[in-house]
């Protein structure tokens, strides 16, 4: 019971960071922009079914739906992975300032932000994101949410990544070519 807990927590901690982390009016903004491509709508329903696919792990244990667990090393991994990710957005929004928004959008005197942990990642708070839900779903000890979940935020956060990186070359063209060239997009030195 008590990883059903911990993992209902991560969520929280989630959704905590989100509304507070957004306090300039950029950050807010939720208008759509020809950068879209749908891929905030396809990112925000992620977050939503793999929300409540965590929630309700404890029922599909419950009617044994499916009996699938992953046993006590993927609880104790989950919030681990959970807490790096944690830990990787919040720095990537902190670095990140004013430049930080909901929407892919270009914002007034946008730069090209390579300093701090966007030295190592092109993109931590996605990076951040996936780690955390994730690793609330392995707290949760059910395959079966697992894998829901894994599927749906690496969907919907691979689309999202691929899309904002079409949309950084067409603003900052050479500079962010060749920024890709040294960094990694969600793993540091893998990927």
Known sequence: MAMYIIADVILLTFFMIEIFARDSKEAKKVTKTEF???????AALAIVVSSLTIIIAPLLDYFNLPPFSLGLPAVIIGPILAAIGVIVRTAGMLTLGRFYTRTLQKTEN?????NGIYEYLRHPGYAGTIFIFLGASLTTGNALSFALVTLLI???YLYRIHTEEKMLVEIFGEQYVAYKRHSKRIIPFVY
């Open 154 to 156: 690496l969907f919907a």
């Open 36 to 42: 879209e491509k749908g891929s905030t709508d396809i």
């Open 110 to 114: 946008h730069a090209l932000v390579t």
